[in-house]
């Protein structure tokens, strides 16, 4: 309740744009930092959403299917939206997650079963005081009239962070890190997090989401890392 109440009077009010201190009303950029930030535009690989010529799936994905079945991504993860995702996840500000929200709704055009946020283990969420994949979850179910559960699914293995290994021994940090004692029999699920770079834990999560039954797994990401040219 209290967030549902902080969401609506900071849309009510004048504040400064988060990227560039200019003056906006009921959004947290102004027009010209919301136009700045990265979309992604073109096609794409459908199981990663990393670009591809016409849209085909990448050989990454040919030679090492995710276990998830479909990706949805607004934005590459790059300059200005890096400081804007990092500001929330690390800023305690709770206003993003509606904006980042509403920026992931435009692109979902399935209607899943149930949505599930990408856990943090028990002690970062302790530290961090919030789960910021879920909290995106909870709105953007709201947005989609869609049920959501931060439940379902848990992280019971504290690994190093994964921005710090190599893909090969990130598929290995991650091995064995969810837990999920949900019945998903014959459910279509989609999976939320705010950045996918190689799509290791998210895919992980989805093995374990598939072993409870599941049917189709979509990874839902407010970001995509693209490689280094």
């Known amino acids: 309740m209290l967030n549902k109440c902080l969401d609506f009077a900071l849309s009510r009010l004048g504040q400064p744009c988060l ?85 992931l709704t435009s692109q979902i055009d399935t209607r899943p079963d149930l949505v599930i946020p990408m856990p943090l283990h028990p002690r970062r969420l302790k530290e961090r005081g919030y789960n910021q ?39 290995k940090n991650i091995r064995g890190a969810f837990e999920c004692r949900a019945d998903l029999s014959s459910k279509r699920i989609a999976l939320v997090d705010d950045v996918m770079t190689t799509g290791a834990s998210l895919s992980e999560l989805a093995k374990v989401v598939k072993k409870a039954g599941a049917v189709e797994v979509g990874a839902w990401v407010v970001a995509r890392t693209l490689p280094m040219r």
């Open 133 to 171: 994949a879920g909290e995106i979850a909870k709105r953007l179910a709201k947005q989609l009239d869609l049920p959501v559960t931060l439940t379902a699914c848990t992280r019971a293995k504290d690994a190093p962070p994964q921005a710090s290994l190599p893909l090969k021994e990130r598929r």
């Open 19 to 103: 990227l560039c201190g200019a003056d906006t009303t009921g959004s947290v950029l102004c027009p010209g930092c919301l136009a700045d930030l990265p979309r992604l535009t073109g096609p794409r690989c459908p199981s990663c959403a990393l670009p591809t010529p016409l849209g085909e799936t990448c050989g990454g994905c040919l030679k090492h299917p995710p276990a998830f079945d479909a990706t949805r991504a607004v934005f590459q993860y790059g300059y200005p939206l890096d400081a804007l995702l990092q500001h929330y996840k690390y800023g305690q500000d709770l206003q993003l997650a509606g904006f980042l929200a509403e920026q």
